[in-house]
């Protein structure tokens, strides 16, 4: 796919400029594309357009700036290039849901919505056909339990299923619904902190010493279908928060997300493999309250 290779070039440009007034005539032709051929390539490429790509990582880079440095609003408003610390503001609260000045005061930052930059494998994920049919669901109250991991590395998230998957020995386990809980803390800071639940539903087992429980309220959901290995999740992810929900008239509500692995999934991790994401959230008040 050279066409990617092209979108990573303009990528490059756009991050060495970052700070700088950007037109889409000075990043295709950098490229080497005409204007109307390029911003058709690169929304095809990246699910986004230019100005949106642009945009939400100045708002990225600004946000961050102002959370280790401290600078005055109106400094970063004019060091990434927009018009007037006006702009800048409702640019800011359009895509954190905050002012910028909320933010510098302490106010909880989601850091999910940070925008990371483009790179290689990101789009080449997006565009191997393994984010798959997007639903707005609602469920009732899930009653879960399981194992929490130690920390969110994959060795200990890994012996958290290990010891759920213990647990449904005897049973037919791909037949058995399983969930990949993660919960957000709270913590103002620039980092993802999170905890994991390997999870199920399943009554009938005594509850062991080690198990956490964990009920999670009704709620509608946004659900992603990914497919094949689990190991690029965290790509689907960065599309998700990054990409997706910018783009679509949903706010996240709650501190949590799941993934849902039923007998779709495969432990084989083949192109067929399903794994089904849940987003809460809530419709949007477009009128900005």
């Known amino acids: 796919m050279d066409y990617l290779y092209r979108v990573r070039e303009a990528v490059i440009y756009i991050e060495d400029h970052i700070q700088r007034k950007l037109t889409i005539d000075d990043v295709a032709a950098k490229v080497g594309y005409s204007k109307f051929h390029f911003q058709r390539l690169f929304h095809h490429a990246s699910r986004q357009t230019l100005g949106q790509y642009i945009l939400s990582r100045k ?10 440095e401290q600078s005055k609003v109106v400094e970063i408003a004019y060091a990434y290039g927009f018009e007037s610390h006006e702009t800048f503001s409702r640019a800011f609260k359009n895509r954190f849901g905050m002012s910028p000045y909320a933010f510098k005061s302490g106010g909880k930052f989601p850091n999910h919505l940070l925008k990371n930059r483009l790179e290689l494998d990101y789009l080449s994920h997006i565009n191997d056909d393994v984010i798959g049919s997007i639903e707005v669901v609602n469920l009732g109250e899930l009653n879960l339990r399981g194992y929490k991991a130690e920390s969110v590395q994959t060795k200990d998230i890994h012996q958290a299923w290990r010891k759920l998957l213990l647990k ?46 964990c009920v999670i309220p009704p709620s509608k959901y946004v659900v992603f279908d990914h497919k094949g290995n689990a190991d690029r999740l965290p790509l689907t992810y960065q599309y998700i928060y990054g990409t997706w929900f910018s783009q679509n008239p949903y706010r996240l509500v709650e501190s949590y997300d799941f993934e849902y692995y039923d007998e779709s999934f495969s432990t084989a991790s083949g192109r067929d493999s399903l794994i089904r994401i849940f987003i809460p959230v809530n419709d949007l008040v477009m009128n900005g309250e």
């Open 59 to 68: 708002l990225t880079e600004a946000a961050m700036q102002l959370w280790e």
């Open 168 to 213: 449904l020995s005897g049973h037919d386990e791909s037949k058995v619904a399983k969930y990949g809980l993660i919960q957000y803390s709270e913590i103002d800071e620039l980092e993802l902190n999170y905890s994991y639940l390997a999870a199920t539903t399943i009554d009938g087992f005594d509850e062991e010493e080690d198990e956490e429980v």
